[in-house]
């Protein structure tokens, strides 16, 4: 093995055969995720109550704990929010979550975890609604997801 330490050779294979402490990580997880590529539009909330525009991001999956979202910008670890999703009928929800990582991974892309939380403190369902009672989509490019 010229050139190369044992160390780092053991990491790859550590790596490669999910070994690794990150492999580890993954297959700990109590949830199964489950593919859901669809456009989800985020809201974030300052601690003082006062709500971002809305950002529309990409999701990867799904699980009962949150989701999983690629971004083109960093988001901010420990940040609350709102989630807007589509059910399989094509109906919209919402949900509290609050991030829990941020991984950039290559050509400006992010990997962020969203975990369901109740919704932050101060915001409310009905502030979404329109007259109607109807859920207000976040972003007009939410409507892709229907429209395929």
Do not use: W
């Not at 704990?65 to 589509?86: D, K, N, T």
């Amino acid at each position: 093995m010229t050139g190369t330490s044992s160390n780092s050779v053991n990491q790859i294979i550590d790596k490669a055969t999910g070994s690794s402490e990150n492999a580890e990580k993954k297959e700990r997880r109590g949830q199964k995720r489950h593919p859901y590529e669809l456009l989800v539009g985020l809201i974030l909330v300052d601690e003082q109550g006062q709500c971002s525009d809305s950002i529309v991001l990409r999701a990867i999956n799904l699980s009962p704990g949150g989701v999983c979202l690629s971004s083109r910008q960093a988001l901010e670890p420990g940040q609350q929010g709102v989630v807007q999703l589509m059910r399989t009928n094509g109906t919209y929800a919402l949900a509290g979550v609050e991030i829990r990582h941020c991984h950039y991974i290559e050509d400006q892309n992010h990997i962020v975890g969203l975990q369901f939380k109740p919704f932050p403190k101060g915001l409310k369902r009905e502030s979404f609604l329109d007259e109607q009672g109807h859920l207000r989509l976040f972003d007009p490019l939410l409507k892709e997801n229907i429209e395929g």
